[in-house]
């Protein structure tokens, strides 16, 4: 008789022969007749092997146990081989699957489609026009959020705020959604108290660990509901008159963005120190920083901090 351990090692063999149907099968393609056979002749060979070996298939039998690597890999090669002429010639490589795949997305899209539907339209969304005439771009915005992103600034945010406060009609301001970036204690226990905060028109947003720049920009621009959003660094001081020209230029084209020009300011009197100039920003090819002077009304890039 085999012994135990014999006969483990004759199931660990079954098992290796009956491999590749069982993937193609967990794969979800139906193993080819052929592939099938093979493995259950294979393993009926096996069976007998172990049967007529006087020790349990290890040292004598129809076949050398040592032999048996090599009686798999030719197995493995055919079986594989032979899958992939079955399944190209009957298209149903990843059938189950893929047919699943598109079940679902087809699901989504069905979802997708009636809630879009279940929404009440006044009149159908116009074709999105890269060149569109210019009066099918022109609208009529009304009121400013102000965007402040604010890392540990804190005598320089609230000095941005205020001068925001003071330079913007109450009618124009709708908010200033200040963003604070983990400053730690949080802004809005030092200088943007609460009662600041009701007397500016503050919104605070804050993060409670540092994301950078542009992760404070995008909470504050999802938190923004005026009718256009302005976003500033938080140490700048606006000059009187500063939104009317966001106004204008931005109701003529909605798609427009309105950079205004950044002058030298003053930290200590927070005061403007000079007009600025005409200096505009760009990026070469090589993603090279340089400037050149222009007097037209456009910019090929917009500077980091607006």
Known sequence: MASGSGFGGFLLRVALLGLVPAGVAILGVAPSLPVALTSVVACLFEGLNFAVSSDGGRKVGIRPQKLFPIQLAFLYLFQ????????MSEGTLMQAPAKQAVEQAAAFLEVAKTTTEAHVYSEAEPEFLVDAPMETLAWHPKTISVVLPCAEERLY??????????????????????????????????????????????LIKRHENTVGLIGAKQTGGDAATGDIVVFFDCHV????????EFLTLSAENYRRMVVPVI?????????????????????????DFKWLDSFDNYIPVISGGL
């Open 263 to 287: 002058t030298a300011l003053d930290v200590d009197t927070w005061t403007q120190i000079s007009d600025g100039g005409t200096a505009k920003c760009y990026l070469t090819w090589d993603a």
């Open 80 to 87: 594989i081989w032979w899958q992939m002429i079955h399944t």
């Open 157 to 202: 945010a609230f000095k941005t705020v205020q001068s925001v406060f003071e330079n913007t009609p109450g009618d124009v301001l709708h908010e200033i959604v200040v963003v604070d970036d983990g400053s730690e204690p949080p802004l809005s226990a030092t200088h943007l108290t609460p009662e600041v905060q009701e007397k500016y028109k503050i």
């Open 237 to 244: 001081a606006p000059q009187p008159g500063w939104y009317k």
